[in-house]
């Protein structure tokens, strides 16, 4: 009888354990922000969060040194938190994003359009025939089918040229857009994180418990970083999509998600340490 209690309460302490360990491997990112938040300073972690900006910037850029990778400031952050700036405002001030494939296109294609005009007018010229001067007629003939040729290569050359500047656009056009939406959907959350904040405060002002506040309002957010990541894959997965339509290099894709949960980690630690 002993021995089945023993079994029992050995089986029921391994399910336990089986259960704790898989909370805390699905809340790894929860604990470890916790953690940080609590062993260091406010500082600390906002020096952390700016060093993993940076480094996120210098990655995207490494390859790609015209994409437009916008910042928004600190000071910003928190006005998004406070509410004293709109993440609409803070749109129009960060440009994000503001580009169009068309006009990337027709930007390319009227430098094609130039650099084509420019060398037919090149091989273009006027040759006079006179019944007389036949011999002469047909030795400007041949010379003008060999300068005709000339100028068809050097339209190939200025076209392929052309073809390749433009899905240079288009592939910094996608990977730009990408980070802006992401960036706009930041300011986004902020804004709500911000208002979520205050609506806990208010609660907690009318006399709800601490315990009460807490359960309400870390489910609250939650729920809103779940919807985030769902958002940020979907602009990424379309990210992906659009730079294998020009077959372009992907491998961007994966820099851009690796920045964004590490931003996201430290940024964490940073307001768990505040609130």
């Not at 023993?6 to 704790?20: D, G, K, Q, S």
């Not at 993440?87 to 006009?103: G, K, Q, R, T």
């Not at 300011?187 to 009460?212: H, P, T, V």
């Not at 990424?236 to 690796?258: F, M, Q």
Request: glycine residues 6%.
């Amino acid at each position: 009888m002993k021995k089945k209690v023993i079994r029992v309460i050995l089986f029921l302490f391994v399910v336990i354990l089986v259960v704790l360990s898989a909370l805390i491997i699905w809340q790894r990112e929860n604990v470890i922000a916790f953690y940080k938040s609590r062993t260091q300073t406010e500082e600390e972690l906002l020096e952390e969060v700016e060093t993993v900006m940076a480094e996120s910037e210098e990655a995207i850029k490494k390859d790609h040194p015209n994409v437009y990778v916008p910042s928004i400031s600190k000071e910003d952050e928190e006005k998004l938190l406070s509410g004293e700036l709109s993440p609409e405002e803070v749109s129009a001030l960060y440009n994000l994003p503001d580009l169009e494939p068309d006009d990337a296109d027709s930007r390319e294609g009227s430098k094609a359009d130039n650099a084509t005009s420019n060398e037919g007018n090149q091989s273009t010229g006027t040759v006079e025939k006179d019944d007389s001067e036949a011999s002469s007629s047909e030795t400007t003939g041949a010379n003008s089918t060999g300068n005709n040729d000339g100028a068809q290569t050097a339209n190939n050359n200025s076209s392929q040229a052309a073809n390749n500047n433009s899905d240079q656009s288009k592939e910094d056009y996608y990977i730009s857009n990408a980070i802006g939406r992401m960036s706009g959907l930041k300011a986004s959350y902020l804004s709500k994180l911000g208002g979520l904040e205050r609506q806990a405060i208010a609660d907690r002002n009318s006399g709800m418990s601490k315990e009460a506040v807490a359960s309400k309002y870390s489910s609250i957010a939650g729920g809103y970083e779940s919807s985030c990541d769902s958002q940020v894959e979907s602009i990424l997965s379309d990210l992906e999509a659009n730079l294998k339509s020009i077959s372009a290099d992907t491998a961007i894709v994966g820099t851009i998600r690796n920045s964004y949960y590490s931003e996201k980690r430290a940024k964490k630690s940073y307001y768990m340490s505040k609130f």
